[in-house]
């Protein structure tokens, strides 16, 4: 299959990127680089000896994508591109509407007016909120930031654009919580900044680069205290999309959770890092931060039953492939010449 992948230099693009071509998948990246760079390409080309095409520029431009679609006679969409720092979509609501729903929107116009009927869509376990656990794909969605409602409004519009034209074939995606890098070292989590997420922020705590981590909370109701989440090797989801490509055909909307179907505390990610890596992690206990849960993992048995798929990999493979990445790039694709 020809795919476009939007956001394919990002961190969970340029992984599914590697998987699709090595399946034999032709790949078309559109991105505007806005968080990645034109390094991850070369990387790409070499875990896999094939380069995939790349065209700069925007989602939110319909006649750019159009000409995309039509000019390569793409046969399914990808689509990752988004913002995804929940923090700055509390600050700036607008733009994530704009880039997150509005990129959805836009790229689903041009498929219409091309004729591409299927799309696999970023979504997130963010669209659940505060729920019973574990998520079920019918778990209610009641997301508690603009982030969260970004995508549980992105899922809407699929939903109805499926429903409005018969040939559409939507698949939302809902991760839980992706960590890790190839197993290569080539590519990664590049966070610009301070990390919004735990294990780049381990990462570049073993690396030196941060003096130590910031537990925040140790007084939740789990099993030590500190909250629990869903990790999800980013090689399992990338392998997600493949079962999500190759597998659903049917017209429609569809769901899946792509979680472990379990989740690990705070305190036993970092002590899974230092025995996957040899690292110390120096960290100290913070107070809870606003809006975070105490436990969230999904039921992963739908796709498991309809894609065939599950995770291979442990919180233990995904530090060590973290730390791989970490220690060859410690500055990321910044400042690679
Ligand atoms: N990483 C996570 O923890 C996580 C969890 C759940 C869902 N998601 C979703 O998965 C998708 C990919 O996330 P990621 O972690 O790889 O993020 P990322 O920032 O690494 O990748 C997103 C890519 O989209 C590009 N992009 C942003 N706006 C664009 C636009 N308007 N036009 C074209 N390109 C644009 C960025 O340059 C970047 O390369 C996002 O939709 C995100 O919301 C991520």
Redo the contacts with the bound molecule.
């Keep these: 299959m020809k795919v476009l992948v939007?956001?394919g230099?990002?961190?969970?693009?340029s992984h599914t990127t590697v998987e699709l071509l090595a399946n034999g998948h032709e790949v078309i990246i559109?991105?505007?680089?806005?968080?990645?760079s034109k390094i991850v390409l070369d990387r790409i080309e070499k875990i896999t000896g094939k380069r995939p095409d790349f065209i700069e520029?925007?989602?939110?431009d319909t006649d750019f994508i159009v000409r995309v679609l039509k000019d390569n006679r793409v046969d399914a969409v990808i689509h990752?591109?988004?913002?995804?720092a929940v923090g700055e979509s509390v600050a700036d609501p607008l733009r994530y509407y704009q880039?997150?729903v509005g990129?959805t929107v836009s790229v689903c116009k041009a498929m219409l007016a091309t004729g591409v009927n299927k799309i696999i869509f970023?979504?997130?376990?963010?669209v659940y909120g505060d729920q019973p656990i574990p998520y079920t794909e019918s778990t209610p969605r009641e997301p508690q930031n603009p982030y969260g409602r970004t995508?549980f409004v992105s899922e809407l519009v699929l939903a109805d654009v499926a429903a409005a034209n018969p040939d559409f074939c939507a698949v939302a995606l809902r991760?839980f919580?992706?960590v890790g890098a190839h197993p290569s070292g080539e590519i990664g989590?590049d966070p610009n900044g301070i990390p919004n997420?735990l294990m780049p922020y381990i990462s570049q705590v073993a690396a030196g680069q941060r003096e130590k981590l910031s537990v925040y909370g140790n007084d939740y109701p789990t099993k030590d205290g500190t909250a629990i989440r869903d990790y999800i090797h980013v090689a399992d989801l990338a392998e997600g999309h493949l079962a999500a490509l190759q597998k659903i055909y049917d017209p429609g909307f569809h769901t899946f959770n792509l979680g472990a179907g379990h989740g690990e505390s705070v305190l036993e990610v970092i002590v899974a890092f230092e025995q996957a890596t040899g690292q110390t992690i120096p960290y100290q206990f913070a107070d809870r931060r606003a809006g975070d849960l105490a436990e969230y993992y999904a039921d992963a048995a739908l796709a498991e039953s309809q894609l065939g798929w599950r995770v291979k990999r442990t919180i233990t493979d995904a530090s060590a492939d973290a730390w791989h990445w970490q220690s060859g790039n410690p500055n990321g694709y910044k400042n690679v010449v």
């Excluded at 230099?9 to 693009?13: D, K, L, V």
């Excluded at 520029?57 to 939110?60: I, P, Q, R």
């Excluded at 990752?80 to 995804?84: I, N, Q, R, S, V």
């Design positions: 939007t956001g230099t990002g961190y969970i693009g559109v991105d505007n680089l806005d968080n990645s520029g925007d989602v939110l990752f591109a988004a913002l995804k880039t997150n990129g970023s979504s997130s376990a963010t995508k991760y919580n992706p989590e997420n």
